[in-house]
C-alpha cells in the first residue's frame, strides 16, 4: 500500500478563489482525519469520519470550509472562498477503528493564498 | 476540556546530551499518550505510545498520572534526532486524538 496519498502537494491560489485538497485513504481503514498545521497553533483537527460519516466538525474555523467524503476511498477538504489566513499545511489521516489507535499520515498539502 | 501542552516549541541541545521533550494533558478519564514525530521532508509518523511501555530509537516516555504529564527523553542526543515532536492525547472513546502545539528538536554536533 503507498499509504495515505493527498493531492495536490502544494497549491498557490489567490484570495477569493475555492481550493480544493484531495486524500485518499489506506484501503480497509474506517476513520479519516483532516488537520491544519501552521507555526503559531501546531496541528489541529479540523473533521474526521467514521464510515465516510462526518463525526466532529468542531474544529472547522468557519462556513468557508467543508468537507466530504463520498467513499471509503476517497475525502475532499473545499475551502471557498480562499484568505491569506488559509495559509497552512493540510494534513490527511487515516487509521483502523480500535486498537492500537495509530493514525498513519498523508504527505500534506501546503496551501500558500495570496 | 481536554489539552495536551507542549511549553517549549524549540529546543537545541548538543549531539550526546540528555534530552527532555515535556508533555502534559489535561483529562478527566483514562487518558492514552502518544509520541509522534515529523523528520524534515517525511510524514508525521508515531514514535511511540505509552500503553507500549517500549523504547524506540532510544526514546521512552513514562505516564504519570499523578503530575498529569507524558516527558520524551533520550540519555544521549543524536543529530538525526532533529525533528518536530508532537505530544498527542486518545480520549477514552473513538479514534479521535488531541495534538500538543508541537516542539522542534534541533540536536547540534
Known amino acids: 500500500d503507498a499509504g495515505v496519498i493527498q493531492s495536490p502537494r502544494h497549491e498557490v491560489t489567490e484570495m477569493g478563489q475555492e481550493v480544493t485538497l484531495r486524500c485518499k485513504p489506506i484501503?480497509?481503514?474506517?476513520?479519516l482525519f483532516w488537520y491544519r498545521q501552521t507555526m503559531m497553533r501546531g496541528l489541529e483537527l479540523l473533521i474526521y469520519?467514521?464510515?465516510?460519516?462526518?463525526?466532529?466538525d468542531s474544529g472547522m474555523p468557519e462556513d468557508r470550509f467543508s468537507a466530504k467524503m463520498p467513499n471509503a476511498s476517497f475525502s475532499t477538504l473545499k475551502i471557498q472562498p480562499s484568505e491569506p489566513r488559509d495559509s497552512a499545511v493540510y494534513f490527511c489521516?487515516?487509521?483502523?477503528?480500535?486498537?492500537?489507535?495509530?493514525?498513519?499520515f498523508g504527505p500534506g498539502t501546503r496551501l500558500t493564498v495570496t | 476540556a481536554q489539552r495536551v501542552t507542549q511549553p517549549e516549541k524549540l529546543l537545541s541541545v548538543f549531539k550526546g546530551a540528555p534530552v527532555e521533550l515535556k508533555c502534559n494533558y489535561s483529562?478527566?478519564?483514562?487518558?492514552?499518550l502518544f509520541w509522534y514525530v515529523q523528520y524534515s521532508r517525511q510524514r508525521l509518523q508515531l514514535l511511540l505510545r505509552?500503553?507500549s511501555r517500549e523504547s524506540i530509537k532510544g526514546f521512552t516516555a513514562d505516564l504519570n498520572k499523578g503530575e498529569t504529564s507524558f516527558h520524551l527523553k533520550k540519555p544521549f542526543a543524536q543529530e538525526e534526532d532533529s525533528a518536530m515532536y508532537y505530544c498527542?492525547?486518545?480520549?477514552?472513546?473513538?479514534?479521535?486524538?488531541?495534538f500538543g502545539a508541537g516542539t522542534i528538536l534541533r540536536v547540534k554536533s
Open positions: 489521516a487515516s487509521s483502523l477503528a480500535g486498537p492500537p489507535y495509530e493514525q498513519y
Open positions: 484501503s480497509g481503514h474506517d476513520y
Open positions: 469520519f467514521n464510515n465516510n460519516v462526518p463525526i466532529d
Open positions: 483529562y478527566s478519564g483514562s487518558p492514552e
Open positions: 505509552h500503553i
Open positions: 498527542a492525547l486518545r480520549l477514552e472513546y473513538g479514534n479521535k486524538l488531541v
